[in-house]
C-alpha cells in the first residue's frame, strides 16, 4: 500500500464525487436494456392493439375504395385531402403504441441511472464532434468492449433467429396451399414467436450490460488519495483553520466566564467533572439565574476563576448535574430545583453573618 503512487487511482468514489459527475449528466447508461425494452414493449402494444388496428385498416381500405369507385377522384387535391384525414386518424390509433414505447425506454433509462434532469446535460460538448478527441477513443478499452459486446450479440441472436426459423420451415413450406389471409396470420404468429425470444435474449444482454456499466461508471471515477484528502478537506476545512476555530472559540468562552464567574452568587460543582454559576438577589429576582457553566476543563478554569474573587464553591453533585442538563445561560433555574439551590443559599448566608460576628 505505501509503494502505491500519489496518482494512482486506487481510492472508491466518495458520495461526493458521485454527485458532482451526477449534475454534470455522467450516469451509467446501458443502450442493450433500452433497446430490449421498446422491443418488448412494442410486442405487448402490438399483442392488445392488433384486432383494433387490423379492423380500422380493412374499414380504411374499404372507404377509400369506395371514394375513388365509379367517379373516382375530381382532382389531386380531394385525394390528398382524404389521405391526409386518413393519416391523422393513423397517427391518433398509434398515440397509445408511442406512448407505451417511450414509457419503457424512459423506464429502462431510470432503472440503470435514475431520473436525471440536469441542464449540464443538455450543453453541446464539442469534444464529441472534435477529431483528435474522438478518433483515439476508438481504439479505446470502452470501444473495445462494445464491440466485443456487438460481436456477441449479433451471434446470440443469429442463432435465436436461425433455430427458431428452422423450427417453423414446415409450417412456411404449407403456407404455400393456404388463404392469404391465413398466410397473414400464421406470418404474424411466427414473427410475433420470433420477436418476443429475441426481446428477451436482448434482455439478459441488457442487464449484463447494465451491471458492466455501473461497474464501468465507478471505475472512471475513482480517485486517488490526495483526491480523498483534499475533498475532505473542503467539506471539514482544513486542521489548520479547524484549529484556529477552536481556539477563537475557546477565547470567547473566557471573555464569557471572566465577565460572568464574577457576578456568581455561589457555584456547585460535581465536584470537578461539571460546574455551574448561579446568581441571585432576593430583591431583584423571583429566582437564581444561570451564568456559567462548564464541564471538565471548562469547570476547572469556572472553579479557578471563581475562587479568585472569593465565590464560594460548594460540593452538590445532583443539583449541579441537574442544572447543568437542563439550563441554558442566562436563564433561571427550574421551580424543582429551588429548594436544594435556596438550602446552599441559606448555609452561605449563615456563615456569611457568623463571620461578620466574629469581626
Not at 380531394?78 to 391526409?84: M, R, S, T
Not at 426459423?165 to 404474424?188: F, H, N, Q
Request: with cysteine; proline share 5%.
Amino acid at each position: 500500500m505505501a509503494d502505491q503512487p500519489a496518482t494512482e487511482k486506487t481510492e472508491q468514489p466518495t458520495p461526493r464525487r458521485l454527485e458532482k459527475a451526477r449534475e454534470q449528466g455522467q450516469v451509467p447508461q446501458s443502450q442493450e436494456l433500452g433497446a430490449a425494452a421498446t422491443l418488448l414493449s412494442l410486442l405487448l402494444g402490438l399483442a392488445l392493439l392488433a384486432p383494433g388496428l387490423l379492423h380500422w385498416c380493412k374499414l380504411k381500405v374499404a372507404s377509400g375504395l369506395t371514394a375513388g369507385a365509379g367517379t373516382g377522384f375530381s382532382d389531386v387535391r380531394e385525394f390528398l385531402h382524404l389521405a391526409h384525414r386518413d393519416l391523422l386518424d393513423l397517427i391518433v390509433v398509434l398515440l397509445p403504441l408511442l406512448a407505451l414505447l417511450t414509457a419503457a425506454g424512459l423506464l429502462a433509462s431510470v432503472a440503470v441511472g435514475g431520473l436525471l434532469f440536469t441542464p449540464a446535460g443538455l450543453r453541446l460538448r464539442w469534444n464529441a464532434i472534435n477529431p483528435a478527441h474522438t478518433i483515439p477513443q476508438l481504439f479505446s478499452k470502452r470501444s473495445a468492449v462494445r464491440l466485443l459486446a456487438s460481436v456477441l450479440k449479433l451471434f446470440f441472436v443469429s442463432l435465436i433467429v436461425w433455430l427458431y426459423l428452422s423450427d417453423k420451415l414446415e409450417v412456411l413450406a404449407a403456407l404455400r396451399w393456404a388463404w392469404s389471409a391465413e398466410i397473414i396470420a400464421a406470418i404474424g404468429r411466427i414473427l410475433f414467436g420470433l420477436g418476443l425470444r429475441v426481446g428477451f435474449a436482448i434482455a439478459v444482454i441488457g442487464l449484463a450490460d447494465t451491471l458492466y456499466q455501473k461497474w464501468q461508471h465507478l471505475q472512471e471515477l475513482r480517485m486517488t488519495r490526495q483526491e480523498v484528502k483534499q475533498e475532505r478537506k473542503d467539506l471539514e476545512g482544513s486542521p489548520e483553520i479547524k484549529a484556529r476555530i477552536r481556539r477563537i472559540q475557546v477565547e470567547m468562552s473566557m471573555k464569557r466566564l471572566r465577565q460572568q464567574v464574577p457576578k456568581a452568587s455561589v457555584i456547585l460543582v460535581n465536584p470537578t467533572h461539571v460546574a455551574v454559576a448561579l446568581r441571585y438577589e432576593a430583591k431583584t429576582m423571583e429566582a437564581p439565574i444561570l451564568l456559567a457553566k462548564g464541564a471538565d476543563l471548562m469547570a476547572e478554569r469556572i472553579v479557578k476563576l471563581g475562587r479568585s474573587y472569593g465565590i464560594p464553591v460548594v460540593q452538590r453533585p445532583e443539583v449541579a448535574r441537574a442544572i447543568y442538563a437542563t439550563v441554558k445561560p442566562g436563564q433561571s433555574i427550574p421551580e424543582a430545583l429551588y429548594m436544594a439551590v435556596a438550602e446552599v443559599l441559606a448555609m452561605l448566608y449563615r456563615l456569611r453573618q457568623k463571620k461578620r460576628a466574629r469581626n
